[in-house]
T-cell receptor, first 114, second 117 residues
Framework: AQSVTQLGSHVSVSEGALVLLRCNYS??????LFWYVQYPNQGLQLLLK??????LVKGINGFEAEFKKSETSFHLTKPSAHMSDAAEYFC????????????FGAGTRLFVKA | DAGVTQSPTHLIKTRGQQVTLRCSPI?????VSWYQQVLGQGPQFIFQ???????GRGNFPDRFSARQFPNYSSELNVNALLLGDSALYLC????????????????FGQGTRLTVV
């Protein structure tokens, strides 16, 4: 079975500061890992995903994440926060266990202070 | 091109009633997945359909059902509504059998906000 834990339901950073959103996963088979962003009253938008190959994944809007198998982590980072980054971020995991199902974490709300 | 469209955007129902939510996937996408997002939580997988067949089911009671039509649009039905069914219901479409859970992307609609009173 797969599961996702996002550390910190709320994260607050100053504009221009580093953004670090933490995600740990559990999977009995090689996982696919995703980060999604959700703006108020909207659906989810894919930021980036890890499937196979390079463990450092670059996504949209300057975000990137590193897959660390030994730590079962897939933390999301951005070097310099922008006001427009304020949103809810979800880490998700899926795997082929006889069928595909995406499991989402509880989410981390990112606040960006001017 | 139109994205994933869901209707209605908002809905208020009374306990015990039945509700039908609708989703039109992106043109050319054959997979539709449904998720329930309770306030303050991440989306929970309900169903995935591909080529009109159910390919996956989450841990939801039998009051929840869905179907996919020949044009790949989909309906989610919930019977005997409970207060706890109040949530944002998200539909996601994907061109692949994995429904975006593998190495292809899923595209989400803006959701239907269901309130049960």
């Amino acid at each position: 079975a797969q599961s996702v834990t996002q550390l910190g339901s709320h994260v607050s950073v100053s504009e221009g500061a580093l953004v670090l959103l933490r995600c740990n996963y559990s999977s009995s088979v090689p996982p696919y890992l995703f980060w999604y962003v959700q703006y108020p009253n909207q659906g989810l938008q894919l930021l980036l995903k890890y499937t196979t190959g390079a463990t450092l994944v670059k996504g949209i809007n300057g975000f990137e994440a590193e897959f660390k198998k030994s730590e079962t982590s897939f933390h999301l980072t951005k070097p310099s926060a922008h006001m427009s980054d304020a949103a809810e971020y979800f880490c998700a995991v899926s795997a082929n266990t006889g069928g595909f199902k995406t499991i989402f974490g509880a989410g981390t709300r990112l606040f960006v202070k001017a | 091109d139109a994205g994933v469209t869901q209707s209605p955007t908002h809905l208020i129902k009374t306990r015990g009633q039945q509700v039908t939510l609708r989703c039109s996937p992106i043109s050319g996408h054959k997979s539709v997945s449904w998720y329930q997002q309770v306030l303050g939580q991440g989306p929970q997988f309900i169903f995935q359909y591909y080529e009109k067949e159910e390919r996956g089911r989450g841990n939801f009671p039998d009051r929840f059902s869905a179907r996919q039509f020949p044009n790949y649009s989909s309906e989610l039905n919930v019977n005997a509504l409970l207060l706890g069914d109040s949530a944002l219901y998200l539909c996601a479409s994907s061109p692949s059998r994995t429904g975006g859970a593998g190495n292809t992307e899923a595209f989400f609609g803006q959701g239907t906000r269901l309130t049960v009173v």
